[in-house]
């Protein structure tokens, strides 16, 4: 196993998106979210997109924003097969909260499927609360939708 907490944190670049499109498995297995991996969001929103990489690459990475109603939203969040387990994610998490609120974030906001135990777990194991909304990504397709205020700054 890698040791994810040794890997500094830094803004993602448009190449490194490329990168892990190019080994996309080792981040999300069998799920094919390559669709979701937007150049874009991270041309646009550089200073709150992130990875964390050693020099056997990139082990995590997250592409997140802030929303003009002051909420940091955090679209991708991915450790390498090997990363896992290391507290990567959760390292991920404070890189961006700290991003997001130098923005002006007064609370946080994710998204997944219904079906994706692992991703919900990990949130709530970050103190977000979980709610499953019917027809969130339209018709018949409810998605669990992740909050979490930000503590002022200082406070745990």
């Known amino acids: 196993m890698i040791e994810g907490m040794a890997a500094p944190i830094a803004p993602a670049h ?88 130098k923005q002006g974030a007064v609370r946080l906001k994710a998204i997944t499927s219904v079906t994706n135990t692992g991703s919900v777990a990990f949130h709530r194991s970050l103190g977000f609360d979980a709610r499953v909304q019917e027809d969130y990504n339209g018709p018949g397709q409810p998605m669990v939708v992740f909050t979490r205020p930000l503590p002022e700054p200082g406070q745990a």
């Open 14 to 101: 448009v190449t490194d998106i490329q990168q892990v499109l190019a080994d996309h498995s080792r981040y999300w297995g069998e799920r094919d979210l390559r669709s979701l991996h937007l150049l874009a969001l991270v041309q646009e929103f550089g200073s709150t997109c992130l990875v964390a990489r050693d020099d056997t690459g990139i082990l995590g990475y997250l592409v997140g924003f802030v929303t003009p109603d002051a909420t940091g939203y955090v679209h991708l969040i991915a450790t390498r097969d090997d990363a896992r387990g290391t507290g990567l994610g959760r390292r991920l998490y404070d890189a961006f909260t700290e991003a997001a609120r």
